[in-house]
C-alpha cells in the first residue's frame, strides 16, 4: 500500500512540492523527454522494434504524466495556459503509451510495411536523416491523417473553408503559413489573453469565492468565456503547431485539418463531442 501511495504522491505531488519552469528543468526534463519521444516515434516506423517501443513507451508516459502534474507551467490564475499545458503532456504521455505497447508498427495507408521507402538508405547519413524525418512527421501528426490509426469512419475531421483550402490546394505552402499566423494564432491568442484579463478583474474585485457570490446570469457568463477560453487557447497552440508542422518538419498541409468545427453550432451533445469538438488522435 506504501508502495502505491508513494508512486501516486510521485506522480501528482501536492501543489507545495511542485517545481516552478526552469531553464534547469527544461534541459534535464523537458528536452531530454522530447528527444526520446522523437527516438519512440522513428522506431513506431519501423518494423521489428516492438521490443524497443515496449521499453520506451511505459517510461516516456510515466515521466509526462510527472511533467504534467508535478510543474507550475503558469500562474495560478491563468486557468487557459495551466489546461493547454497539462493536456499538451498529458496527451502527448498516453500516445507514447499506445504506441509504446502496440504489437504493430505504425502505417501509412498506403504502405505495407512501415516506413517501407526508408528501409534500405545508400548510406549512414541517409538512414540518419530518414529517422528524423519519420520521427517528426510521426510526431507532428497529431490527428493521423494518412497514418492507419487516424482513418476510419468514426473520425470526422472538420472540412477547412477558409481561403487556406485553396493556398493548400495550389501548393502555396507559404501563403497558407502566412494565413494561418495572421488570421488564425493572432486573434485567437488576443481573444485568450482579454478573457484572462476579464478572470483576473473578477477576481481582483469579487473576491476569491467570486464565482459563489455570482447571480445566475453571471455564472452563465462565466462558464461561457470559460469555453471560449479552453477553445481558443487549444485552438492557437494547435495553429502554432501547424505552422511548425508544415514550415519546419515539412507535413503536408492536409495533415493540419482545423482544429474544431465551430462546437457553439451543436444542437445535441452527441454532435458536440464526436463531431464539432476536436477529433485529435491520442
Same mark, same amino acid.
Given at each position: 500500500? =506504501?508502495?502505491? %501511495? /508513494?508512486?501516486?504522491?510521485?506522480?501528482?505531488?501536492?501543489?507545495?512540492?511542485?517545481?516552478?519552469?526552469?531553464?534547469?528543468?527544461?534541459?534535464? *526534463?523537458?528536452?531530454? @523527454?522530447?528527444?526520446?519521444?522523437?527516438?519512440?516515434?522513428?522506431? $513506431?516506423?519501423?518494423? /521489428? %522494434?516492438?521490443?524497443?517501443?515496449?521499453?520506451?513507451?511505459?517510461?516516456?508516459?510515466?515521466? !509526462?504524466?510527472?511533467?504534467?502534474?508535478? %510543474?507550475?507551467?503558469?500562474?495560478?490564475?491563468?486557468?487557459? !495556459? *495551466?489546461?493547454?499545458?497539462?493536456?499538451?503532456?498529458?496527451?502527448?504521455?498516453?500516445?507514447?503509451?499506445?504506441?509504446?505497447? &502496440?504489437?504493430?508498427?505504425?502505417?501509412?495507408?498506403?504502405?505495407?510495411?512501415?516506413?517501407?521507402?526508408?528501409?534500405?538508405?545508400?548510406?549512414?547519413?541517409?538512414?540518419?536523416?530518414?529517422?528524423?524525418?519519420?520521427?517528426? =512527421?510521426?510526431? $507532428?501528426?497529431?490527428?493521423?491523417? /494518412?497514418?492507419?490509426?487516424?482513418?476510419?469512419?468514426?473520425?470526422?475531421?472538420?472540412?477547412?473553408?477558409?481561403?487556406?483550402?485553396?493556398?493548400?490546394? =495550389?501548393?502555396?505552402?507559404?501563403?497558407?503559413?502566412?494565413?494561418?499566423?495572421?488570421?488564425?494564432?493572432?486573434?485567437?491568442?488576443?481573444?485568450?489573453?482579454?478573457?484572462?484579463?476579464?478572470?483576473?478583474?473578477? &477576481?481582483?474585485?469579487?473576491?476569491?469565492?467570486?464565482?459563489?457570490?455570482?447571480?445566475?446570469?453571471?455564472?452563465?457568463?462565466?462558464?461561457? @468565456?470559460?469555453?471560449?477560453?479552453?477553445?481558443?487557447?487549444?485552438?492557437?497552440?494547435?495553429?502554432?503547431?501547424?505552422?511548425?508542422?508544415?514550415?519546419?518538419? $515539412? /507535413? =503536408?498541409?492536409?495533415? @493540419?485539418?482545423?482544429?474544431?468545427?465551430?462546437?457553439?453550432?451543436? %444542437?445535441?451533445?452527441?454532435?458536440?463531442?464526436?463531431?464539432?469538438?476536436?477529433?485529435?488522435?491520442?
Amino acid at each position: 500500500m =506504501d508502495l502505491i %501511495t /508513494n508512486g501516486v504522491s510521485w506522480l501528482m505531488p501536492p501543489q507545495h512540492e511542485r517545481k516552478s519552469p526552469s531553464l534547469h528543468l527544461v534541459l534535464s *526534463n523537458v528536452l531530454p @523527454w522530447f528527444a526520446l519521444y522523437g527516438l519512440l516515434s522513428a522506431f $513506431c516506423r519501423r518494423p /521489428n %522494434t516492438r521490443l524497443q517501443r515496449m521499453l520506451l513507451g511505459p517510461i516516456l508516459f510515466f515521466w !509526462g504524466v510527472r511533467l504534467s502534474l508535478g %510543474t507550475k507551467w503558469c500562474p495560478p490564475d491563468d486557468l487557459g !495556459g *495551466n489546461v493547454v499545458a497539462t493536456m499538451v503532456f498529458i496527451s502527448l504521455s498516453f500516445r507514447a503509451l499506445v504506441f509504446g505497447l &502496440s504489437p504493430q508498427s505504425q502505417k501509412k495507408v498506403d504502405e505495407k510495411i512501415p516506413g517501407e521507402r526508408h528501409l534500405h538508405p545508400p548510406s549512414i547519413f541517409h538512414q540518419f536523416y530518414w529517422y528524423i524525418e519519420d520521427a517528426l =512527421d510521426l510526431s $507532428c501528426t497529431i490527428r493521423g491523417v /494518412n497514418y492507419d490509426f487516424g482513418s476510419g469512419s468514426g473520425l470526422k475531421l472538420p472540412v477547412d473553408k477558409s481561403i487556406r483550402q485553396k493556398y493548400a490546394k =495550389d501548393g502555396r505552402k507559404w501563403a497558407w503559413l502566412m494565413h494561418t499566423f495572421v488570421y488564425r494564432v493572432l486573434p485567437k491568442f488576443i481573444m485568450t489573453d482579454i478573457i484572462n484579463h476579464l478572470n483576473l478583474v473578477i &477576481s481582483h474585485f469579487g473576491g476569491p469565492d467570486a464565482f459563489q457570490k455570482a447571480t445566475l446570469l453571471q455564472r452563465l457568463a462565466i462558464e461561457s @468565456w470559460t469555453f471560449f477560453l479552453i477553445v481558443f487557447n487549444l485552438g492557437y497552440l494547435y495553429d502554432l503547431v501547424s505552422i511548425l508542422g508544415v514550415g519546419i518538419a $515539412c /507535413n =503536408d498541409i492536409s495533415n @493540419w485539418p482545423p482544429m474544431f468545427d465551430q462546437p457553439w453550432l451543436s %444542437t445535441s451533445l452527441h454532435e458536440f463531442w464526436a463531431v464539432r469538438w476536436h477529433q485529435v488522435s491520442p
